[in-house]
């Protein structure tokens, strides 16, 4: 009885906020130009959320730019117009987010009011520091400038003998695509660092920790994915347990780390949408994402459209997601009886 009457007031919920919005008349008809929504990098006035998706959504003008006064009715209409995620479940996150709202106005949030802990915001973020999180040392971002130093002078050293050995120009013309994103990360590195060392939160981008969770992902050449290749893709095995993998270490190295059950259903809800956005197949089927949208996605906070992604043409409905959940799930508690049964690494 009590679901029942849940539903029913969520129905209502949903009816209302989506009053005098086009969404409405527009689901599945819409045509959406990628064009009208070029990306932007924000300004250091323009606010941002812990959400890669909510950030890139407003560096390339669905959400608007400054990340200021966002509604339920501007976030639906967003992530309808970006991903074609099913205006329910944008609603159920919406009402969440308005919880965290500074705005003055009950009916608006600002994209940094995402960042309190414990409504939206939780541990174990795959690309944020946790609140607990042990705190970068400068002995440690000095170790860390040396190290991309000397990758950036074996880089130089490279290129030069690229240059003396025409015979190699083949080879690596086939390895350009494949090393852009790394060549991003060492120009990048010194920044980066910077960033976690001085500006350490659980709001911003932190380098430091999204390294962890890419080896995991099979982003390195030396790495492969739990099939034991190395295809471009993530499977969902492969998500799910780098998910879990993850969150055991990021525990491990602060006992204040805190998940509740909420946090828990949200983190693998993040990992399922994911998957679900940058992947292609049947979810009856094996499903994998395109590491690379992903890595724009979390390093660049944009949404991949120059690498070749596409809205989906049908609309990611939370019959989807709740179906990746439970796969994600059962990967999760898969790998939790491994581990339990001293089969886990």
Known sequence: MALGIKIKVRSFLTRLLLRGVEVVHTIGFRKVKTED??????????????????????NHGYLPRDGK????????????????????????????????????????????DLAQHGIIEHDGSLSRHD??????????????NADNNADNNADDNNA???????????????????????????NNADHNNTDDLNNFNTNDFAPSVWATVLPRLGANSDVTNVNGDDDGLISIETAARARLAHIAAAR??????????????????????????????????????????????????????????????????????????????????????????????
């Open 37 to 58: 929504y070029p990306w932007q990098s924000p300004s250091a006035e323009d606010r941002r959320s812990p959400c890669p998706m909510l950030n890139a959504l407003a």
């Open 69 to 112: 006064d966002i509604s339920v009715p501007s976030l639906v209409t967003a992530l309808l117009d970006a991903i074609h995620l099913d205006p329910d479940v944008t609603i159920y996150a919406g009402i969440k987010a308005l919880e965290t709202s500074t705005t003055g106005n009950a009916l608006t949030f600002h994209l940094d």
């Open 131 to 144: 609140v607990h999180a042990p705190r970068p040392s400068n002995d440690d971002n000095a170790d860390n």
């Open 160 to 186: 030069t003998d690229n240059t003396v050995d025409d015979n190699n120009a083949d080879d690596n013309n086939l390895n350009a695509d494949d090393n852009n994103l790394n060549a991003d990360d060492n």
């Open 252 to 345: 491990a190295a602060a006992p204040e780390f805190s998940m509740s059950a909420d946090d828990e259903r949200e983190s693998v809800r993040e990992t399922s949408l994911y998957l679900l956005v940058f992947g292609e197949g049947t979810l009856g089927r094996a499903w994998r994402a395109r590491r690379e949208w992903v890595r724009v996605l979390f390093e660049q906070e944009r949404l991949p459209f120059e690498e070749g992604f596409q809205r989906a043409t049908k609309m990611i409905t939370g019959a989807d997601i709740q179906e990746m959940e439970r796969k994600v799930n059962a990967v999760s508690e898969e790998q939790v009886n491994e581990t339990a049964g001293g089969g886990g690494q």
